[in-house]
């Protein structure tokens, strides 16, 4: 890989850590502060793809990328309601 592309790899998810937290921090919640963090994390794992695909990075992308789709659909769905129970 080339060092440019595994700098900006680990630029990218040192970002999302430092973003995730100030996620949580501004709004005390989880859900928006894992979405941050695992968005960023897809972006570098496509970035580390961007060099020499090997099966390693294929399938380190692909577990980034199915684990954020799987929080995101279980986050949406105990995402609490706005309606008054009666």
């Known amino acids: 890989m080339k060092p ?5 790899a680990v630029l990218i998810t040192a970002a999302g850590l430092v973003s995730a937290m100030a996620s949580y921090r501004l709004t005390h919640t989880v859900r928006p502060a ?9 972006a570098a794992g496509l970035i580390r793809l961007a060099g020499e ?3 390693d990075s294929i399938v380190l992308a692909a577990s980034v990328i199915a684990l954020r789709k799987l929080l995101g659909t279980g986050l949406g769905l105990a995402r609490p309601t706005t309606e008054p129970r009666p």
Request: no cysteine.
């Open 4 to 8: 440019w592309l595994e700098t900006a």
């Open 34 to 42: 894992l979405a941050v963090l695992l968005d960023f994390l897809t």
């Open 53 to 55: 695909p090997s099966w």
